[in-house]
């Protein structure tokens, strides 16, 4: 399985991180189809899901941001875990482990995928591997020493991990 964070992971959401953080979720939806997806992230979640991968998204939004880029772009993700999902938000395992519990899987072999020293907390609390993505950060310093298992510049270098990983 392989979860992803949302925010600054699959897509770059900093000129919406002021609304973001002031909880206005009707502008931040009425700017969603204007934030970008980062380069090769549709088509890594589509060789994953093709490679009989379960994805997720786990976030500290409401479900309905991630849902309207899953509808967008026709991402194959059954599983989103938003704000409301949960009572404790990253770090703390919640969102992991419900979509875990949702997919039926365990923690081993399964990845999560984030930018924010959070995202690595959170992954060592549900004992799955923690995947730094360090494409969207300004400063990837605090995630480098929140020490992933893995830590990656581009998607196109998680897209080649992934491929001798899982030979997607």
């Not at 605090?142 to 990983?165: G, M, Q």
Request: proline fraction near 5%; hydrophobic fraction near 40%; glycine fraction near 8%.
């Amino acid at each position: 399985m392989i979860i992803f964070d949302f925010d600054q992971t699959l897509v770059d959401t900093s000129s919406v991180e002021r609304l973001r953080a002031d909880r206005n979720w009707k502008a931040v939806m009425a700017r969603a189809s204007n934030l970008p997806v980062y380069e090769g992230i549709n088509e890594l979640i589509q060789e994953l899901h093709d490679a009989g991968q379960t994805i997720a998204i786990v976030t500290k939004s409401p479900d309905m941001v991630p849902r309207a880029f899953i509808e967008a772009h026709g991402w194959p993700i059954d599983i989103v875990v938003g704000y409301h999902h949960v009572k404790n938000r990253k770090p703390h395992p919640e969102g992991l482990l419900l979509a875990m519990s949702k997919a039926g899987v365990a923690p081993g072999g399964t990845y999560h995928v984030g930018d924010q020293p959070q995202d690595t907390e959170a992954s060592r609390g549900a004992k799955v591997i923690a995947v730094g993505a360090a494409w969207g950060c300004d400063d990837r310093s605090e995630l480098e020493a929140s020490k992933p298992d893995v830590l990656f510049s581009s998607v196109a270098e998680l897209r080649e991990y992934f491929k001798s990983e899982l030979g997607i």
